[in-house]
Nanobody
Framework: QVLESGGGLVQAGGSLRLSCVTS????????MGWYRRAPGLQREAIAV???????NYIDSVKGRFTISKDKAKNTMYLEMNNLKPEDTAVYYC?????????WGQGTQVTVSS
């Protein structure tokens, strides 16, 4: 199970840090990712981190978002900078590839222009 937090309302250009606490040892997970679902669109994977901390991002967030994890806290993070209105979405964490049973409630991020 996962629990996301850290979303909120922010102006364009602002920053937020999302957190994802896992119920199992995060060090044992091969790959985890952050996903988002924008209004009217399908959920998409935006950032992935491997067990060895190799990261990958989609082009639209590359250079603005940073995925990381703290093994001691079983927590994964998504640092989001220079936020844009098109980043408005519900953000989720899950395994990569995602597990249907592991979707959490997500956390809402709203970026105003």
């Amino acid at each position: 199970q996962v629990l996301e937090s850290g979303g909120g309302l922010v102006q364009a250009g602002g920053s937020l840090r999302l957190s994802c606490v896992t119920s199992i040892d995060i060090a044992s997970i091969d790959r985890m990712g952050w996903y988002r679902r924008a209004p009217g669109l399908q959920r998409e994977a935006i950032a992935v981190i491997s067990r060895s901390d190799v990261t990958n991002y989609i082009d639209s967030v590359k250079g603005r978002f940073t995925i990381s994890k703290d093994k001691a806290k079983n927590t994964m993070y998504l640092e989001m900078n220079n936020l844009k209105p098109e980043d408005t979405a519900v953000y989720y964490c899950n395994y990569s590839p995602p597990s249907h049973e592991s979707w959490g409630q997500g956390t809402q991020v709203t970026v105003s222009s």
